[in-house]
């Protein structure tokens, strides 16, 4: 099993940042990608953003590319957000993701990733 627990989320003002941690535990060996998705109260739930935990491989959802960053700490088995110049449009709950197979699967067919219990982002205008 994998765990995920995500952490960091609350209420900023437009134009802030913010960083959000997603710590992974159990059977890490068997992720292969890690990465964010986030939905909006009606709205889907749709990627964000992701790496490959061995390649460092990254993808970015075009709302966000240029603003957020994605990064991995092998070590503390963590990815990260940097969220910057944060809109009012993303506001959401953020979920981390974990998957046993590659950035391409992660990203596209969401149904197979492990899933942390999500953190809300709200961003003021």
């Known amino acids: 099993q994998v765990q995920l627990v995500e952490s960091g989320g609350g209420l900023v003002q437009a134009g802030d940042s913010l960083r959000l941690s997603c710590a992974t535990s159990g059977r890490t060996s068997s992720v292969y990608a890690m990465g964010w998705f986030r939905q909006a109260p009606g709205k889907e739930r749709d990627v964000v953003a992701g790496?490959?935990?061995?390649?460092?491989?990254?993808y970015y959802a075009n709302s966000v590319k240029g603003r957020f960053t994605i990064s991995r700490d092998n070590a503390k088995n963590t990815v990260y957000l940097q969220m910057n110049s944060l809109k009012p449009e993303d506001t959401a709950v953020y979920y981390c993701?974990?998957?046993?197979?590659?950035?391409?699967?992660?990203?596209?067919?969401?149904?197979?990733?492990?899933w942390g219990q999500g953190t809300q982002v709200t961003v003021s205008s």
């Open positions: 790496v490959s935990w061995s390649t460092g491989s990254t």
């Open positions: 993701a974990a998957s046993p197979y590659g950035l391409q699967t992660m990203t596209g067919q969401s149904y197979s990733n492990y």
